[in-house]
């Protein structure tokens, strides 16, 4: 049995996808910074950050596929910087090694973020356009719009490379609170809740792995996927998340131009003086009053891709989020999401 790399492989999508995987007989490495939270004695890991060539190199060593999860996530860092070092120079890195390797498929692992309508698209639907980084709306979409412009790059000079572009992803296991799930968790603690009634495309994690697992297994050599779920508002978001855990709350819609001038102050706290996570960021207000109903479409058909509906999970990670507190595991880093959609 064919040996398969997963970078990120602790993280939320991750460990799901490792499962997924593990489920088929397939043989798996993770790379990343943290063991995963549950060992398996069929699962190798191997310690190391994508931004080390060495580590890298050793990772993929027997390797045949790669799925390339590894990145920083969220839309605020005290360094900026960050963002294109892990989210770009690490894809670059692994795409290198894996060229040189001759890995038989690749799968790069992107973002519904990067794919809304920041610039014109010439009449290209937005699933499969792909817009120039310097139209992105922050740091975060720029580093990951140039990953999956080295990414088509690869895969246009002929490397077995796939895209799988997630949307949100929520479920019970987010130990470490991803940006979707902090954003339900800071939403379940207010009882006004502003916010932008922008559009949400939430999908269970578990069926993000599984489309993973189906864009490599069946997905056309540079083609992308996007592996969503049921999108709507997240004004009836949080009217679910009311009834579901039994707290009166009251939704209160802000002006895009509001929410925007607050997080731009918001953001200017936290990167001068608090140097702590703000409630918002101005990309994270970019992206909402952007966002669009992307199409899941070619997945369904080429794939055979069937989310489930999302209200069950919305409910496991709702009763979950309630049940332990919100409180990422130690070390985590929390982004409570204003009005951010990173993903």
Known sequence: MALVLVTGGSGFIGQHLVEALRARGQRVRILDVRPPATANADVEYAHGSVLDGAAVDAALDGVDQVYHLAGLPGMWVANKQA?????????????????????????????????????DLGGIAAEEALQPADAMPGAYTRSKSLAEHHA????????????????????????????????????????????????????????????????????????????????VRLGQILRMMSAISGRRQFPVVVPGKIAEFSAIMLEYLSDRV??????????????????????????????????????????????????????????????????????
């Open 83 to 119: 963002f294109h070092d892990v989210n770009c120079r690490g894809t670059e890195i692994m795409l290198a090694a894996a060229m040189k390797r001759g890995v038989s498929r690749f799968l790069h692992c992107s973002t519904e973020s990067i794919l809304f309508p920041y610039s």
């Open 152 to 231: 088509a790059k690869a895969a246009a000079a002929g490397f077995p490379l796939v895209i799988g572009t997630p949307t949100m992803p929520i479920g019970a296991a987010d130990h470490n609170l991803t940006p979707p799930t902090a954003m339900l968790w800071y939403f379940l603690q207010k009882k006004v809740q502003p916010h932008l009634n922008f559009l949400v495309n939430l999908v269970d994690v578990r069926d993000v792995a599984t489309g993973l697992v189906l864009t490599m297994e069946r997905g056309r050599a540079g083609q992308r996927y996007i592996l969503g779920g049921d999108c």
């Open 274 to 343: 608090t140097r702590r996570p703000p409630n918002g960021t101005a990309e994270g207000v970019r992206i909402a009053l952007a966002a669009s109903d992307l199409s899941i479409g070619k997945a369904r058909t080429e794939l055979g891709y069937a989310p489930r509906p999302i209200e069950p999970v919305l409910r496991e990670t709702i009763t979950h989020l309630l049940a332990r507190g919100g409180k990422p595991a130690p070390g985590a880093i929390e982004h409570h999401a204003l009005s951010s959609r990173a993903s």
